[in-house]
């Protein structure tokens, strides 16, 4: 016990250690690169019912390749938000459909929307892309910005090619706040076009 206790407490103070070592300036390449970071990389706008933002960087020694890198990083982050964002609704949809035969409506729900996670992914573009060299290499920082109505309304419309499902799924609140959300990203999308 006074071994893993002696353990825990090297490695807390190491990790303060390397904390006041990345903080005091001491490493000129580690000081240019946080300063080169640009703000929205920092500080990036927060996801909303609209939209969903995932930062993210790369490097490379080949300029393409360290932007394919950036961009593939930003959309598993946000690839991982739509989880948590239809994964909150599918445990809506089973607090009311309760269990039994309607597990299969949650089952189906959860199959759809985790292949259109993979397709809306598409939909998602870099609202912010910044290139830099630092030390001989690409560093790229990418926003990636992805419309959440777009994926709500291919969720949808997978669903509907799924009769059984879509009959039962439509008479519940979850179907209706889904729905909500395209219809909300629909005005949206319809008040920007010239």
């Not at 597990?103 to 996670?117: D, P």
Request: aromatic residues 8%.
């Amino acid at each position: 016990m006074k071994a893993v206790f002696m353990l825990a407490l090297t490695l807390s103070l190491s990790g303060c250690f390397w904390a006041r070592k990345v903080d005091d300036g001491s490493n000129p390449a580690l000081t240019k690169t946080l300063k080169a970071m640009p703000s929205w990389y920092t500080r990036p706008p927060k996801s909303d019912s609209s939209h969903v933002y995932a930062p993210a960087t790369a490097t490379s020694q080949e300029l393409q390749l360290a932007i394919n890198k950036a961009q593939a990083e930003a959309r598993a982050g946000v690839a991982a938000q739509l989880e948590v964002k239809y994964a909150g609704i599918t445990q809506r949809l089973a607090s009311e459909s309760g269990t039994g035969r309607d597990a299969t409506l949650v089952s189906e729900f959860q199959q759809s929307y985790r292949a259109v996670i993979g397709q809306v992914l598409l939909g998602s573009a870099p609202k912010e892309q910044q290139v830099g060299v630092e030390e001989g290499v690409y560093r790229v920082y990418v926003l990636m910005d992805l419309p959440v109505g777009a994926a709500s309304r291919r969720l949808l419309d997978q669903l509907k090619m799924q009769d059984a499902v879509y009959s039962q799924l439509k008479a519940t609140t979850a179907f209706r706040e889904l729905n909500d959300e395209v219809e909300r990203y629909e005005g949206l999308k319809a008040t920007r076009r010239p």
